[in-house]
């Protein structure tokens, strides 16, 4: 594999024995050397080296104590619910750009307690009778106070992949992208149908192609706000395409050397390629060798 992906290698224990022993979340929220993720919102705040910042637990705050993990040392770390009114920007741009101070496992960390910290606000109400939800599980649940529905954090699985033909890989532009920007397709994995049945689907109904010889290729954690990205490649017989252009801008094949080209940042390159956090940019590398 050519590359680390991002929000990938989070150096954290998990510690799900805590998240259902209440003794032990007490006492590991109680431990003197516990810290606590700074956000802004669902944003990560820069601490003094540009990494991310950890503080102690301010007694004073009441929000729920979300459990990232323990340490090598065995040192609690938690992140707090967002408060309550808070408006929460899944795909902000202030996030994107400061990302690049963190290193890989920091990024890890972060997405997954940006992700979480999400769910929990878009779940304050029961989906089964509508009344308000409490968070429990070591802040891995919300449990309803009325009918006792408890639900979890979910991920929504996602396929993105590069279609070969002749030699070359299809890549494609939605209309926001910037300018000569271009990255692999990719689509919502529905339900009832396989990855294999997904990436067929979305080639074809995005690009027009009919792919064969799906394979799997590697998959990573996206919290914008909460998908697993599953990286995929596929054969296509055929390069004729015909683009959906409610999705889909612009797509066009491309061989090793411009893709080579392209992640070199090379002025005469066709596209520019992924950022180096994307699995999109991965999946070029490892196809360009």
Known sequence: MPLPLGFTGAWLDRADQLRVDPDGFAA???????R???????DFVPGEGGGLRWEALDPADDRALLLLGLDDLGVPHFVREAPAGVRID?????????LPLLSGPEAALYGGAR???????RHRFCAVCGSQTAVFRGGWGRRCGSCQAEHFPRVDPVVIMLAECEGRVLVGRQGGFPPGFFSALAGFVEPGESLEEAVARE???EAGIRVTDVTYVASQPWPFPSSLMIGCRAVASDPALTLDTTEIEAAMW????????ALAGDMGAPFLAPPPLAIARYLLEDWAG
Do not use: K, N, Q, Y
């Open 36 to 42: 606590c993720l700074t956000l802004d919102g669902i």
């Open 203 to 205: 080639l074809f109904e």
């Open 115 to 121: 992700s979480l910290v999400d769910w929990h606000a």
């Open 28 to 34: 590991a929220a109680a431990d003197p050397r516990a």
């Open 90 to 98: 899944a795909r902000s741009r202030t996030v994107m750009r400061l």
């Open 254 to 261: 491309v061989d090793r050397a411009e893709v080579r080209a």
